[in-house]
Structure formats: C-alpha cells, structure tokens
C-alpha cells in the first residue's frame, strides 16, 4: 500500500517503529556414535570442511569446539549439547536450512562401530512475522 497520499496520518503513523522480523527454524542435526566403541576417533565435515579428529568419548563442547574451528561455520555458529560420547545435538543458529553433515569414523573397540548424522529439524522455514515496517519513499 502506497501511504504517500493517506489523508488520514493516524492510520500511517501506527506503522512508525516496526520492522520485519520473520524468525525460521534452527536446523538440528543429531550425531550418534553406534556399535559401543573403545577407542579411536571420528571427524564430521560440514560444507566441504572437515574437522580435526574428535574422540569417540568427547564431551559435547569437544565436538562444538572442533565445529566452530570450521572456518565456514555460519556467522552465527552452532551449538552441540549431549552426552560424552553421544548421541549429541548440533543446532545451527542462523535459522538457515544447511547441508546435512557427513561423519567420518576411525572408532575400534566394540562391535562394528560406526557415526550416523541425521537431521532432526530441518532449518528455514520461517514459523511467524512478528512485525512489519514500512517506509515513506
């Protein structure tokens, strides 16, 4: 709607102040390091990146840590939470619908021992518009 020529300013001015703030889904990834491994490691590459090697026991701030080393990890980053040793929850911050990580495994120990990534929640999709401005040309 062109508010240049409104005749009637009340109507105009309740839209002074707002801006377009659409929020979407964070993408969620989950890890999940399967066969009960003793020992070894395994690397997740995200975008073409690969981290270096985590430990099939780490700490979920281990496995954020070698994440956000990435150099193109989003500018917003990600967060892992989860057990040592896993399962663990990747969620990428930026709202943004990436491409699913793919896991690399060097575990031993246990039986066939293997990493799966899944993706939990898929990113983008705005759930709302919270508000929206409009400006005078």
Same mark, same amino acid.
């Given at each position: ?35 009960? #491994? ?35 990890? #989003? ?11 896993? #399962? ?13 990580? %793919? ?17 939990? %929640? ?16």
């Amino acid at each position: 709607y062109d508010f240049r020529n409104v005749q009637d300013r009340s109507l105009f001015d309740s839209y002074i102040g707002t801006n377009i703030v659409a929020d979407g889904a964070s993408e969620v990834q989950t890890v999940t390091i399967t066969g009960s #491994p003793t020992g070894g490691s395994f690397t997740l590459t995200y975008a073409g990146q690969t981290t270096g090697a985590i430990a099939y026991n780490a700490a979920a701030s281990a496995v954020q840590s070698a994440l956000r080393a990435l150099s193109n990890m #989003p500018e917003s980053g990600v967060s892992v939470t989860g057990s040592a040793g896993g #399962p663990y929850t990747v969620t990428f911050a930026d709202g943004a619908n990436v491409a699913q990580m %793919t896991a690399t495994s060097s575990l031993t120990g246990g039986t066939t021992p293997g990493v799966t990534v899944a993706t939990s %929640t898929e990113g983008g999709s705005a759930s709302f518009v919270r508000a929206v401005r409009i400006e005078m040309a």
